[in-house]
Structure formats: C-alpha cells, structure tokens
C-alpha cells in the first residue's frame, strides 16, 4: 500500500540515522511532506537524498531548545502550509545508576528525550486545532515499560515521554488530536551492531551469536528492522488509525511478554 499519508505535512525528530531516518523514508514514500530535525546536517542531507525529490526540507536543530522547536514549526508551516503529524524520535541514552549517573548526563538525557518532545507538542499543537487535528507519534522503548541495569536516565526519560503522549491524548482528543507511542525493542541500528560487536570481542564468540544470546528470551528472536517500526508509525499518523489514541503499541519481537526467571533457570 502506498500514498496512505498523501497530503499530509510531518515534523520527524531524530531523523539523520537509525529509527527516524527509516520512518522519514517510508513517510516520504507514503506520499508526505516532511520537515527533518537533527543535529547533524550531513545525516539529514543522507536521508533526504533517499526520499523523492522536493517532499523532504532537512532541517538542523537542537530539540533541547525551545526556540529551535519554535523555528522548527514555522519552517514546517513555510513548507507545507500546516502540520498534520510530529513524530518526537529524537533521543540519546547515558550509561548510570541512581547512585552513580552523571547529574549533567541526566538532566541531558531529560532534555532531548522529554522536554524536546514537550516543546515541539506545545508549538505544534496550536496549528493542529487550528487545522481540525493530527496525530503525534512519540518513540519511546521497551526501556519505557521495562528496565536496564544501568541506565536509569534512559528507563525514567522513556516512561516520562510515555506520560507526557498520553496526558496530551487526554487533554486535545476533544480538538481531534492524537497522540501515540511505540516501544521498540531491540532494534537493528548501527547502535544495536557496536554492542553486538563489543559483546563478541569481550565473550570470545561470532557477531551472529551476539545477536542470538541478546534476543534469547524474545519469542521471534531477532531484532526489529527499522522498516517494521517506520510501518508502524505509518499506521499511527494516518487515518487508517482515527480512534486509536494514548496507546502504546510494542514492536520489540515479543520481549515485552517474557517473564525474565524463564531466561535465568534456562539460559539457553
């Protein structure tokens, strides 16, 4: 299926690599405008000269910035004329318990994975009633509904944007906007292959059998193509999904439904 977003005008976050850049990808096949946000212009230049000719405006910024995510949402409205769909990608991860997290590493991770999110919500919102609605799309994690060890600034700030989708789902449904999340699992991106990779130079074992012994207890045991996810996103921000709002759909492979005892009384 394709043109299901035809006509339709989209903010994407983080979309110079891995995640974002696939679902920018597929928007722009499914027939959208797009306006693409990151911090690395030569990322968003590699993506938008993967996309149709004239339907992608790269455009570098710091979601960590309010005025960038003002500035953001007047060149959407410059480029296509409205906004019907923001998709909050845009997110970093830092390693760290309660105890030993960098305080400045933290509030970091908050800023690009939460309060981004919140103010492009808070720019973009007010055009979307103007319009008649939209949909928001936000990428949080397994990591949002689940934990690592370790990463206790990557756990609170997902489950944060997952409060933050649903209480705007709740507060603008009466002015026809929704607001969705998806949990990835693991995810095959150049992230998810350096920790394949590192795990099996410290193990002493192949790269596929990295991969295997990370996704040993997920009932489809595989990582998830960004393209599946990019699918998924599809569905949320087009009108094959006009009641769906304050969900949180899982793409993570079955993870999510594992009881972890199962994985430690069989390790294999």
Do not use: W
């Not at 992608?56 to 995510?69: G, M």
């Not at 492009?120 to 103007?130: E, G, S, Y």
Request: net charge negative; proline share 4%.
């Amino acid at each position: 299926m394709a043109d299901r977003l035809n006509g339709k005008v989209a903010i994407i976050t983080g979309a110079g690599s891995g995640i974002g850049a696939a679902i920018a990808k597929r928007f722009a096949a499914e027939g959208a405008k797009i306006i693409i946000c990151g911090r690395r212009k030569e990322n968003l230049e590699e993506t938008a000269a993967s996309c149709p000719e004239g339907s992608v405006l790269p455009y570098p910024s710091d979601v960590r910035k309010i005025e960038d995510a003002v500035s953001i949402t007047e060149a959407a409205l410059k480029f296509g004329g409205k906004i019907d769909i923001l998709v909050n990608d845009a997110g970093i991860a830092r390693r760290g318990g309660a105890l030993d997290a960098d305080i400045d590493e933290f509030m970091d991770v908050m800023a690009t994975n939460v309060y981004g999110p919140l103010y492009l919500m808070r720019a973009v919102i007010p055009h979307m009633i103007k319009a008649g609605g939209g949909s928001i799309v936000s990428i949080s994690s397994l990591a949002g509904v689940r934990r690592i060890p370790q990463a206790v600034s990557y756990c609170t700030s997902k489950e944060a944007l997952i409060g933050l989708a649903q209480s705007v789902a709740m507060d603008y449904g009466k002015d026809k906007i929704r607001s969705n999340v998806i949990c990835p699992g693991l995810t095959h991106t150049g992230f998810v292959d350096r920790m394949a990779e590192n795990t099996s130079k410290e193990q002493g074992i192949s790269f596929d059998e990295a991969v295997a012994n990370m996704m040993r207890m997920s009932p489809i045991k595989r990582p998830v193509p960004t393209d599946e996810i990019a699918q998924a996103c599809v569905f949320l921000a087009s009108d094959e999904s006009t009641t769906l709002t304050g969900a949180v759909l899982m793409v993570d492979s079955g993870t999510s439904i594992v009881d972890a005892s199962i994985g430690a009384a069989n390790p294999h």
